[in-house]
């Protein structure tokens, strides 16, 4: 390489890095701001603090920020540090200390790939289509494997592959056989058929079965996590198993790529732990499964200016990190979930549904494990809203969305292998990603409302908190005409409705006299998702509607 693309590459790099000016993100005691020289931990209280390089344990300069109160700003930052700090309230009582683990922005793309195996609903993008691949998402893994130049580490459940030579056997086999380190970790209670079909001579670890474990659940893989290049490493989760009917379908799944060297090392450390060694052979009496894991990795990332928050189970207490998602909703909630077994998740969806939220939707697979809370939600939250989805193969989803339609409250994605039950909960090795991007949660909201419209779900509008009255658009979706549908007592009120584009534009507004004759017509407008406002007196409603 010459000179002058060395530099090229090098202030990409740099650019990657510190670039993204000022990130903030909020936690029960404090708030954490990225700089681009530094990070700033802003306390709600007076408190001790130091701060660690977590590999090491050495201590990072921190200097205590005589402008703000209560601030400590970490000094000499490096890209993808893990920094642990300590600290504990000055409030005259013994020392109590609390400790938590962050991650450095990592000098990489911050890249965030989506894939889905099944039909999306593009029309409704607001700002970039998601991507099927139906039955070539196995081939999309495959040129990762393909790519991959010194490590492999793979945590997967269960597997398939037709030969050593092909699929995704083949790959791994190929990579093996070009030098890079593999390393796999598969579920001891699954028949995966592509285990024997790996090569002999790389090392593999199943998980243990006796009573004291669960399942090895992940479907992860963390690619050259300790390249010298920040822009090698990548992270593939999602809810896909690799067996022909999960990755291929007809089973629906979701896989979503990452590129971040400080992601990659927290999963390896994750791998390491259940692997029992950091070198290439596994250390079986060493090696932690299920409830025998630590809370040993860090929970909160700065990818490419995004905030991103990972967690393992069942170390990280994850059920608590769905319901803080879900309390932290503004306007909309959105689940696909294979089956949902947790009260204290049913009772938060309900409870923020109770509170006024204007949507609440979701979509479940058809199975009915014992104990599943589906027919509570559809009794509390509307069968219309809570529906089943009953068409080919499993609904094997496990994300959730937060306000995707207001971009302004920080619009969330909850996905991984984690299913909402007891047994993920406490027993099982699971992976949980929560990305704080628009863009990555519309194109997962595509997935959604296909799959909902397919399940028989009422797309919702919103309603006032203090009034039961109700609004309803149909046809819904619509080639065109428009109608309401309204509560008998504004059957006569006048009003006015404003119909938005997706980027905000107003593009009709019309008054009437009475909604009992009122509509729009869509015809003339580009296909794709329209929001509609209804103001009748002090009384606002909104919608959201597709021309297709």
Do not use: C
């Not at 009917?245 to 992601?263: F, M, S, T, Y």
């Not at 932690?288 to 909160?300: A, D, E, L, Q, W």
């Amino acid at each position: 390489m010459n000179t002058k693309s060395t530099l090229f590459t090098l202030l990409i790099s740099l650019f990657s890095s510190l670039s993204y000016g000022q990130t903030t993100i909020r936690e029960q005691d404090y708030t954490i701001t990225y700089n681009p020289d530094h990070i700033a931990v802003t306390f709600d209280k007076n408190v001790s603090f130091e701060a660690f390089n977590t590999k090491y344990f050495t201590k990072k300069a921190v200097q205590a920020d005589r402008t703000k109160k209560y601030t400590y700003i970490i000094k000499d930052i490096q890209p993808a540090e893990f920094i642990t700090f300590q600290y504990s309230l000055k409030d005259g009582n013994a020392t109590d200390y609390r400790y938590a683990t962050l991650a450095a922005p990592s000098a990489s793309t911050g890249a965030m790939n989506v894939y889905f195996n099944h039909v999306v609903s593009t029309l409704v993008s607001q700002y970039q289509p998601a991507q099927n691949l139906g039955n070539t998402l196995d081939d999309m893994l495959i040129s990762y494997i393909n790519a991959t130049q010194s490590t492999l580490d793979i945590a997967i459940y269960n597997s398939y592959s037709p030969s050593s030579t092909t699929g995704i056997a083949g790959a791994i086999n190929n990579a093996f056989n070009r030098g890079v380190t593999v390393r796999v970790i598969y579920d001891g209670s699954t028949g995966s058929q592509m285990i024997p079909l790996l090569n002999a001579s790389i090392p593999k670890l199943a998980s243990p079965t006796s009573s004291d474990y669960g399942i090895m659940h992940n479907k992860f893989v963390v690619f050259d996590a300790d390249s010298s290049d920040p822009n090698r490493p990548w992270v593939w989760s999602g809810s896909t198993n690799w067996t022909a009917v999960q990755i291929d379908g007809p089973d629906k799944n979701n896989a979503i790529a990452i590129q971040d060297q400080a992601l990659a090392q927290a999963y390896k450390i994750e791998f390491e732990e259940m692997w029992g060694s950091s070198g290439v052979n596994p250390n079986p009496s060493a090696s932690k499964f299920g409830p025998y894991k630590t809370n040993n990795t860090p929970h909160i990332f700065n990818i490419a200016g995004k905030v991103v928050k990972n967690y393992f189970s069942p170390s990280d207490a994850v059920t608590s990190q769905i319901i803080n998602v879900i309390n932290s909703a503004d306007s909309d909630i959105e689940v696909a979930t294979m089956l949902i077994t947790r009260d204290d998740i049913r009772d938060a969806l309900i409870n923020k549904y109770n509170s006024g939220l204007a949507t609440v939707q979701g979509v479940f697979d058809t199975q009915n494990p014992s104990g599943n809370d589906i027919p509570a939600l559809k009794s509390a939250i509307g069968a219309n809203k809570m529906v089943q989805y009953g068409g080919a193969g499993i609904m094997h989803h496990k994300f959730m969305l937060v306000d995707n339609f207001n971009a302004a409250s920080d619009p969330i994605l909850l996905t991984g292998s984690h299913n909402w039950s007891t047994s993920a909960e406490t027993r099982n090795d699971e992976n949980t990603l929560l990305i704080h991007d628009k863009t990555v949660v519309d194109q997962y909201y595509q997935a959604f409302h296909y799959l909902y419209l397919e399940a028989g779900g009422t797309l919702a509008i919103a309603e006032n908190t203090s009034n039961a009255k109700k609004v309803l658009l149909y046809p819904n979706p619509t080639d065109g005409p428009v109608y309401f549908k309204v509560d008998g007592t504004l059957l006569n009120a006048q009003g006015n409705i404003s119909v938005f584009n997706v980027v905000g534009n107003k593009i009709m507004e019309r008054s009437f006299n009475n909604m009992r004759n009122s509509s729009i017509d869509l015809s003339n407008y580009p296909k794709g998702l329209y929001f509609v406002k209804i103001t009748v007196g002090d009384l606002k409603y909104q919608a959201k509607v597709i021309r297709q």
